[in-house]
């Protein structure tokens, strides 16, 4: 079966340095890869998709960004975190075209920047 | 344009007694909708899922929700609650624009009494 797994679990950063959170799918090929951010009180707000290696697609200006190295691999980034990165960071996959397979999500990472 | 709207920011019932969770949508196409759970620091669960097939869907852990596109509506019932259903769930609908994005409602959060 597939498993998803996002480390590491909480986080607590200082204002202006560097983020790398990651995220790996285990037993499927060449998922759909996703980075959404839920802040406090507000929805959930994509920020990155990908569909291959190497292949990222962004939704969000922001100071993150994001990284496919490997198939199964997804990493998010900052070279310098500011008070408003702060949220819970949701990373997810598909099999393909989400109007027919279902997102499955990792238990995310809490930041907390300071 | 897609949107999806959740009527209710908090529910709170009975244990034992049925719940029943709102949902409405607004789409120029037929969506795919989709109902995920989320317990405090974790990640979203698929609950179940439409698309196209069966307008009476049933999913995990009791819940099913029933896709009426003249009411344009896919609520989420169960017939009993259970303490371990106190949570949040979030509607979702898949968009025309793109087979990476979904629109997702802002959330119903389940308290169950005991």
């Known amino acids: 079966s597939q498993t998803i797994h996002q480390w590491p679990a909480t986080l607590v950063q200082p204002v202006g340095s560097p983020l790398s959170l990651e995220c790996t799918v285990e037993?499927?090929?060449?998922?759909?890869l996703y980075w959404y951010r839920q802040a406090a009180g507000r929805g959930l707000q994509l920020l990155f998709y990908?569909?291959?290696?190497?292949?990222i697609s962004s939704e969000v200006p922001q100071n993150l960004s994001a990284s496919r190295p490997q198939d199964r691999q997804f990493i998010l980034s900052s070279k310098k975190l500011l008070l408003s990165d702060s949220g819970f960071y949701l990373c997810?996959?598909?099999?393909?075209?989400?109007?027919?397979?279902?997102?499955?999500f990792g238990n995310g990472t809490r930041l907390t920047v300071t | 344009a897609q949107s999806v709207t959740q009527l209710d920011s908090h529910v709170s019932v009975s244990e034992g007694t049925p719940v029943l969770l709102r949902c409405n949508y607004s789409s120029s196409y037929s969506p795919s909708l989709f109902w995920y759970v989320q317990h405090p620091n974790k990640g979203l669960q698929l609950l179940l899922k439409?698309?196209?097939?069966?307008?009476l869907v049933k999913g995990i852990n009791g819940f099913e929700a029933e896709f009426k596109k003249s009411e344009t509506s896919f609520h989420l019932t169960k017939p009993s609650a259970h303490m371990s259903d106190a949570a949040e769930y979030f509607c979702v609908v898949t968009t025309m624009d793109s087979s990476y994005k979904l629109i997702f409602g802002s959330g119903t959060r389940l308290l169950v009494r005991p």
């Open positions: 990908s569909v291959g290696i190497g292949q």
């Open positions: 037993g499927t090929s060449n998922p759909n």
């Open positions: 439409y698309t196209s097939a069966a307008t």
């Open positions: 997810a996959w598909s099999e393909g075209s989400l109007r027919n397979s279902p997102l499955h």
